[in-house]
């Protein structure tokens, strides 16, 4: 039996110019960070023919090409695995979350069957396989962060070239800085999950179009990230907090579908009480909220009397690997 796991993510700034329709145009930038909360994949070789997978679903199915999972079947395609193969997905925290669980389940998939294959594949050729299979082979709207930082792992800064080249290099925080902005952020889950899949299609088909607005927002966006980085550089936490209140702001004027009036409700609770600044994150329209604070304590007893419940997290350094083989 092979067992792999892959983090989930959050965005720390510049989330959303990783899309192909923005990135081929005019260069992306972003930095991410992988949390301790994971994907998991298993596989198990099998005497009899066919294949066995289980998600939120079961399959049993003789061929390969029959199999619904669409990330599944591909990546059984692409790592040219035939038969005889059982697939089991768990997960920390559900899907339709905006933490980037497709892109985690894509790479700790490809890894698992890479491992099944015994095949060597760097983490650079892991992160570029499965945005092929999310982007091209299957033409989801999704952008290349959440399988570059599921992959690499850390704090990590990612510049998304127009030739579709990664540039990665971990983010230049010291040990202190980063210790502190765990301490600082605390994620919080408003109960919904929701499809990103409409309000990324919009974003990429008027990015397409090239229409002013987006691509005004999204230059923006780049440029947050940036100064967001900045400020973690220099281990000024408070000015990170308020850029994402910035952030959020931005984010918000890209489509009337990415807040509601009950998450908006719960985000100005949390800045009537510690939290500097914050964000849903994710394409929008339910998930968690991230927010940095100064005083946790006062945070976490109005979101708790909200009905919020907390999710903690600290930053993986990691990345997709091989836990059982």
Known sequence: MIIVRSPLRITLGGGGTDLPSYYRHHEGF????????????????????????KYSQLEKVERREDVRHPIVREALTLTGITDKIE?????????????????????????????????????QELAEQACHIEIERLNEPVGKQDPF???????TCFRFNKDDTVEVRPAPIDSETITNLEEGLAMFFTGAARSASAILRDQDDRSKAMDVS???????????????????????????????????????????????????????LAMRNGAVGGKLIGAGGGGFLLFYTEDKKRLRHAMHGAGLEEVRIRFDFEGTKTLVQ
């Open 30 to 53: 972003l930095v991410a960070a992988a949390i301790d909360r994971y994907v998991y994949i298993t596989i198990h070789q099998m005497f009899q023919s066919g294949f066995i997978v």
């Open 87 to 123: 697939i089991t997905s768990l997960a920390d925290i559900p899907a339709g979350t905006g933490l980037g669980s497709s892109g985690s389940f894509t790479t700790a998939l490809l890894h698992a069957l890479h491992a099944h294959r015994r095949n060597i594949i760097s983490v």
């Open 149 to 155: 930082i599921a992959a690499y792992g850390g704090v």
């Open 214 to 268: 987006m691509m005004d927002n999204l230059h923006y966006v780049k440029e947050l990230g940036a100064r967001s980085l900045d400020a973690l550089k220099a281990g000024d936490l408070h000015r990170f907090g308020t850029l994402m209140h910035e952030h959020w702001l931005n984010k918000r004027k890209r489509s009337g579908t990415i807040s509601t009036p009950e998450i908006d409700g719960w985000y100005d």
